[in-house]
């Protein structure tokens, strides 16, 4: 059984440019969590994407975007990149059933650092 | 989602049980508890859950007060590769899509 990965592992982007992260799924997951971790801190949540749609969001800005794709795979897109989206950027993977939510499985993440 | 309180940092000499305190006092009737790891510079590491029984598996047992306001998770040997930032979160686990809630965790520290 393959667990969540995600691409690349690190990265490097200018302020005000653009950034897609790429996640792949636990094999029989269907829903896609999307966290940011700043240095120091535990992660926070972003938003969750169940059906290819937005199924909850955090306290982020329009900005930071998504999508999820029929094989379950999933991107984060943040644009006008600022000084403190430098962070670890993990993915999680659950199996859901309809709304009910079950144990969340972590990518390794990306570092992202933006210059 | 109910908030927990755990102790900023913790040691433990190698061989020797782990055991991690978790407080959440204001844990509602249909919140499981959660604990994850994370190893430096690591995704989460999922370790075990429960709502109100006991529970252990291959890495850890959980143990959940019988009104439910506290809880301890442990490592019963713990070894060098424990080293860890343990995270205690409620969730509830059926209905709703909020992420998981992170507070500071505690710092582990396995001491050879």
């Known amino acids: 059984e393959t667990g969540v990965t995600q691409s690349p592992t690190h990265l490097i982007k200018t302020r005000g440019q653009q950034v897609t992260l790429r996640c792949s799924s636990q094999?029989?997951?269907?829903?896609v969590s999307w966290y940011q971790q700043a240095l120091g801190q535990g992660p926070q949540f972003i938003f969750q994407?169940?059906?290819?749609?937005?199924?909850g969001r955090g306290n982020f800005p329009p900005r930071f975007s998504g999508l999820q794709f029929p094989n379950y795979s999933s991107e984060l897109n943040v644009n006008a990149l600022e000084l403190d989206d430098s962070a670890l950027y993990l993915c999680?993977?659950?199996?859901?059933?309809?709304?009910?939510?079950?144990?969340?499985?972590f990518g390794p993440g990306t570092r992202l650092l933006v210059l | 989602d109910a908030k927990t309180t755990q102790p900023p940092s913790m040691d433990c000499a190698e061989g020797r049980a782990a055991n991690l305190p978790c407080n959440h006092s204001?844990?509602?009737?249909?919140?499981?508890v959660y604990w994850y790891r994370q190893i430096h510079s690591q995704g989460p590491q999922y370790i075990i859950h429960?709502?109100?029984n006991n529970e252990t598996n291959e890495m850890a047992s959980l143990i959940i007060t019988e009104d439910r306001k506290s809880s301890t998770l442990i490592l019963p040997h713990a070894t060098l590769r424990d080293t860890a930032v343990y995270y205690c979160?409620?969730?509830?686990?059926?209905?709703?899509?909020?992420?998981?809630?992170f507070g500071k965790g505690t710092h582990l520290i396995i001491q050879p």
């Open positions: 999680a993977s659950s199996p859901t059933s309809g709304r009910a939510q079950e144990t969340q499985y």
């Open positions: 094999s029989g997951h269907n829903t």
């Open positions: 994407y169940y059906r290819e749609e937005e199924n």
């Open positions: 204001t844990i509602s009737g249909n919140e499981y």
């Open positions: 429960g709502l109100k």
């Open positions: 979160i409620v969730k509830v686990s059926g209905g709703g899509a909020d992420g998981l809630t």
